[in-house]
Structures are given as C-alpha cells and as structure tokens.
Nanobody, 121 residues
Framework: QVQLVESGGGLVQTGGSLRLSCAAS????????MGWYRQAPGKERELVAD???????NYADAVKGRFSIARDNAKNTVYLQMNSLKPEDTAVYYC???????????????WGQGTQVTVSS
C-alpha cells in the first residue's frame, strides 16, 4: 500500500508565494522521478516540474524562473516552491511519483489527491 499526501495549497494574491509538499508513505522500494502537474478548469492536466533521482530538473516554460522543485529522498517527499504567482497559475496541483513497491513490481506512477491553488488578481 502506497499513500501520497499533499499540502500547502491556498488562496494568495498576485505576486504571492506558496510551498506545496507531497509525502509518500507505505510500501516503497525505490523512487525514480518526482513531479508536479496541474489542471485548470476546462484544460488538460499539464506537467509543471519534475526531478529525476539524479537531480535533473524539468520545468514548464510558463513557470521557469518562478517555481522551484526540490526533494528530500530520506523523507520520500517532494516540494514545489511557487513564487511570483499569477492568476493563470490557478489550478489543482497534483504530485506524481514514479516508483516501485518492491523488486516484484515495475516502476509505476502514483498520484496525490490534489491541492487547490487560487491566485487572485
């Protein structure tokens, strides 16, 4: 059993900051890529940022220079620091961890429950 718990969402004004957290617990053997996705009303879910186990990062063009992803491997936790927030950042944010429960299973993408981020203009 694997569980992902997200926190840190909320309502902020334009230019404000939020820090999202996602902690994995349960049966975990190894974690590869950790990442964040978001989905705005009427739009498809899109990649925001991710990081490989080697520390290689990937950011969507819309958030480069404003968002920063980090991970704490010892705590099986991934963070998303969001600065200079804009109304277009409003969405439900989901964490996604590519990991396997044991040697008997392949790597698989697990998803958090989502946390709402709303940026007022």
């Amino acid at each position: 059993q694997v569980q992902l718990v997200e926190s840190g969402g909320g309502l902020v004004q334009t230019g404000g900051s939020l820090r999202l957290s996602c902690a994995a617990s349960g049966s975990i053997f190894s974690i590869n890529t950790m990442g964040w996705y978001r989905q705005a009303p009427g739009k498809e879910r899109e990649l925001v940022a991710d990081m490989t186990s080697d520390g290689i990062t990937n950011y969507a063009d819309a958030v480069k220079g404003r968002f920063s992803i980090a991970r704490d491997n010892a705590k099986n936790t991934v963070y998303l620091q969001m600065n200079s927030l804009k109304p277009e950042d409003t969405a439900v944010y989901y964490c996604s961890l590519n990991m396997r429960r044991s040697l008997w299973y392949p790597f698989y993408n697990y998803w958090g429950q989502g946390t709402q981020v709303t940026v007022s203009s």
